[in-house]
């Protein structure tokens, strides 16, 4: 426990933010998981709508910060030779 008040407010702070890093990258996985079932179901139209959620997640969480650059192309490329496997 925080002996300094200012470090006990950013304690608060550190954890409210870390709540909401960990759901949007919940909500990041759950999009790369619903394009992937459209992709199996050889579904195009759906595919293509998730595929460019999934893209716009991923390239907001690059902008925050929470995956490393690197990582988020890999991911990217990853979908997209899967959306060009039905295309």
């Known amino acids: 426990m925080a002996n300094i008040k200012q470090?006990?407010?950013r304690n608060l702070t550190?954890?409210?933010k870390r709540l909401q890093n960990a759901a949007?990258?919940?909500?990041?996985k759950t999009a790369i998981k619903k394009f992937e079932t459209a992709v199996q179901n050889n579904n195009l139209e759906e595919a293509k709508a998730n595929f460019n959620d999934a893209?716009?997640?991923?390239d907001k969480a690059l902008a925050?910060?929470?995956f490393h650059k690197n990582k988020v192309s890999r991911m990217k490329s990853h979908i997209s030779k899967l959306l060009n496997t039905i295309a």
């Open 24 to 28: 949007f990258k919940s909500s990041i």
């Open 14 to 16: 550190n954890e409210k």
């Open 64 to 66: 925050k910060g929470l």
């Open 7 to 9: 470090q006990a407010k």
């Open 55 to 58: 893209n716009k997640k991923l």
